[in-house]
């Protein structure tokens, strides 16, 4: 028997509609702050993401799904959605048209990595990109909206946690600091940060070793290496954060994994989970680094597969009405009752796959969660009528068909 490839899974019926509920609730939170749809290919050229994420980051060095087409154009599936919509923003001159313009998106993202709990190679995000807005009052917004969002899933506690990549001079100051600080520890660090510190030290702070998290804690902190600028910048920001309410917490370590990242990043946990189930930040530089303008922009992604293991399981309330026949014009007359009921009601009305008996008919509506059964048989039809059976009570009684839609309303 075949089965889902590892790190990848099927959504089944109960888990999607805990899906599109949350998204209801999200978009509705985004369209209300003046956010737009925009969707992109899930497949794109594989320079598009070595160029923007960064050539030595886990993400384009060990995690990317590339593959040659038959005009052997290296190509890969997106492991994220930022740099897919800077590329549309740019193809479709909304740089130009509309360069203040506010996107989501959702779909799925794939990266090859060690598959565990709600970490998977194919994935599912809901993110958001701002265009045009340097102010530091836009960061505190698309913070309060992701906090929002975070709200109406019903997780629990959350923590979100704050801090400054400061602007690339910021970065390269405090990266040879850093590496200073790295080298005279150099032999006890894990082979993949000693890498980091010849490339781009910033990355080691992102390690999840527990032998380098052990050793960065004693690190200079990048606040301490922030121009003017940028230190005024975050001030803002948190000052903003204060004025509407938002709890937050600085973590001078915090970074994130991908190369485009300046000034303010942020991140989301659970305060019973481990894992980041959302993440964001300013990427001012990346609209230039792919030919465009110079164009400040931020925003920020939910890992949805999280959302989900820590969103409380409703068992929603059964509504659909299942039509039952007992002979062959039985059907006929519940297949023409189905399609009306469809036009005049909101609910799911399903007909009966099989001439079973009542009893398995029944069970199968139970199972398939419906609330109601219209049960038709040949004294039925004679006398004009149908039985409305209530599968939660189990009582039942028999009304005229001519009543029947404003009963069931």
């Keep these: 028997m075949y089965q889902a490839l590892r790190g990848t899974y099927d959504l089944l019926p109960a888990e999607a509609e805990r899906l599109r509920s949350f998204l209801n609730r999200a978009i509705s939170i985004l369209e209300r702050a003046g956010f737009r749809e925009l969707e992109t290919p899930i497949i794109e050229e594989a320079r598009l993401f070595n160029r923007s994420i960064g050539e030595g980051s886990d993400i384009v060095s060990k995690e990317m799904y590339t593959f040659r087409d038959r005009k052997n154009r290296l190509l890969a599936l997106r492991p994220e959605g930022t740099v897919s ?6 193809e479709h001159n909304f740089s130009y048209s509309n360069p203040a313009a506010r996107f989501y998106y959702f779909g799925p993202m794939f990266r090859y990595d060690r598959p565990q709990k709600e970490r998977y190679r194919q994935f599912l995000q809901l993110g958001v990109e701002v265009f045009a807005s340097g102010q ?5 917004e698309v913070i309060f909206i992701l906090s929002e969002i975070m709200n109406t899933a019903e997780i629990g506690p959350f923590t979100i946690q704050v801090n400054s990549l400061g602007c690339r001079t910021c970065q390269d100051n405090y990266g040879k600091t850093l590496a200073e600080f790295l080298e005279k520890r150099k032999e006890v660090l894990c082979e993949d940060c000693r890498n980091r510190l010849q490339n781009n030290p910033l990355r080691t702070l992102d390690c999840k070793a527990s032998v380098c998290r052990d050793i960065l804690k004693e690190a200079p902190v990048i606040s301490n290496s922030l121009c003017p600028d940028c230190g005024h910048h975050f001030k803002m920001v948190l000052k903003y954060l204060d004025g509407i309410g938002i709890r937050y917490r600085v973590a001078e370590n915090l970074v994130r994994g991908l190369d485009y990242y300046t000034r303010t990043v942020w991140e989301v946990t659970a305060d019973n989970g481990e894992n980041a189930i959302a993440a964001g930040g300013r990427y001012d530089n990346l609209v230039a680094d792919l030919g465009g303008p110079q164009t400040a922009a931020l925003g920020f992604a939910i890992g949805l597969e999280r959302i989900l293991g820590l969103m409380p399981s409703v068992s929603g309330q059964r509504s659909g009405i299942r039509l039952i026949y007992l002979d062959a014009a039985s059907l006929e007359k519940s297949f023409g009752l189905m399609i009306s009921l469809r036009k005049s009601l909101t609910v799911p009305v399903t007909l009966s796959a099989e001439e079973k008996s009542l009893k398995a008919q029944l069970r199968l509506a139970d199972k398939d969660n419906c609330r109601f059964a219209l049960i038709f048989g040949p004294e039925e039809l004679e006398r004009g ?8 009570s189990s009582t039942q009684e028999s009304i005229r068909e001519k009543d029947l839609i404003e009963r069931l309303k």
Excluded at 85 to 90: E, S
Excluded at 136 to 140: M, N, Q, V
Excluded at 385 to 392: G, S, T
């Design 136 to 140: 530091a009052c836009t960061d505190g």
């Design 85 to 90: 919509i800077v590329r549309a923003y740019l």
């Design 385 to 392: 009528e149908v039985i409305l059976r209530d599968l939660d």
